[in-house]
């Protein structure tokens, strides 16, 4: 399982999906560990300078680069949550630690 969490702040879930500019990567080792590794993505800026279909398709490259298949996230557009709909990438719109939140996401 490999969660992509938008960041807040370094230990925060939340903000949106589409204009975030820190993410978390985190992949499920055996044992139920977390390893997690923060990206600066600087989606927020690319917005502005993109039309809607070339940032969610830069978005899809990353998330399938990273082969994410759970996205968590405070706040994500309908558009948005249509384009990872048809990835079969599982969106859950949550906040709260990040360490709360991931396990949350991966028993659900």
Excluded: N, Y
Excluded at 8 to 17: C, I, K, L, S
Excluded at 93 to 104: C, E, R
């Amino acid at each position: 399982m490999v969660i992509l969490a938008t960041l807040a702040d370094p230990e925060t879930v939340g903000g949106g999906f589409g204009r975030a500019d820190r993410v978390a990567v985190a992949r499920l080792e055996d044992g139920g560990r977390f390893q997690v590794e923060e990206i600066e993505v600087g989606w927020g800026e690319k917005h502005d300078q993109h039309a809607d279909g070339l940032h969610h398709a830069m978005i899809a490259k990353f998330l399938q680069e990273q082969a994410v298949d759970t996205v968590v996230t405070g706040h994500m557009g309908e558009g948005m949550q249509r384009m990872l709909g048809s990835m079969k990438i599982r969106v859950v719109q949550m906040v709260g630690p990040l360490s709360d939140v991931l396990k949350a996401a991966s028993e659900t």
